[in-house]
């Protein structure tokens, strides 16, 4: 079946630098993606959907320029936390359909943030 | 807007004990409705959904039934498994197509499956 892989699945920083999260999709082409945000014991917030080859759509309340999202293949779409900060710390989650109009989305394992 | 609520957990039984993850749902119109696993160290998988009020989804031994007059949708099993501790989801999808490229999740549920 379909699978998305993320990297990394775990990385620690110090405030001010900047994160890149790489989602792909192994085995199919993803014109869409999904970037989930879970804060602990809460739900995963949608943040943005990326379209290959064309701008993100973000979600009311996430800032475009802290979180850069590139989708520049079929099936690579990137996450930069940039300037991270301690409130940044999360997990991430990335998700695709493995075609367009698909009902169901594939999901990655997630990479866990941690900004000191 | 749309929202989820599902149990808090972490939820613990003993192998072989029935399963009821409850969930509850608000959204305008008439939504579909998921329940995603997540098994440690591996991404959200769907588990079932249901389209329509009276659908009932089903995989692997669960069960759930899209409630509209309850507005519910709780996942059920009748004998649960040490491979069934994972962490539950349940979702819904604004349109009844079943396509559910956004989604509003619960916050999740942790079953731990004891022998």
């Not at chain 1, 379909?2 to 082409?29: M, N, Y």
């Not at chain 1, 080859?53 to 293949?73: C, P, R």
């Not at chain 2, 399963?19 to 591996?42: D, K, R």
Request: aromatic share 10%; charged share 15%; hydrophobic share 35%.
């Amino acid at each position: 079946g379909a699978v998305v892989s993320q990297h990394p699945s775990w990385v620690i920083c110090k405030s001010g630098t900047s994160v890149k999260i790489e989602c792909r999709s192994l085995d199919f082409q993803a014109t869409t993606m999904f970037w989930y945000r879970q804060f602990p014991k809460q739900s995963l917030m949608l943040m943005a959907t990326s379209n290959e080859g064309s701008k993100a759509t973000y979600e009311q309340g996430v800032e475009k320029d802290k979180f850069l999202i590139n989708h520049a293949s079929l099936t690579l779409s990137t996450l930069t936390v940039t300037s991270a900060h301690p409130e940044d710390s999360s997990f991430y989650i990335c998700s695709a359909k493995d075609r367009p109009g698909a009902n169901v989305l594939t999901f990655g394992a997630g990479s866990r943030l941690t900004v000191l | 807007g749309n929202s989820v609520t599902q149990m808090e957990g972490p939820v613990t039984l003993s192998e072989e004990a029935f399963l009821t993850i409850n969930c509850t749902y608000t959204a305008t119109g008439y939504p579909s409705l998921f329940w995603y696993v997540q098994y440690p160290g591996e991404g959200l998988q769907l588990l079932l959904k249901a389209t329509k009020a009276d659908d009932k989804g089903s995989n692997k031994g669960f069960e759930a039934t899209y409630r509209k007059e309850t507005t519910s949708f709780h996942l059920e099993k009748g004998s649960v498994q040490v491979s069934d501790s994972a962490v539950y989801f349940c979702a819904l999808s604004p349109t009844n197509t079943g396509t559910a490229s956004k989604l509003t999740f619960g916050t999740g549920t942790r079953l731990q499956v004891t022998l």
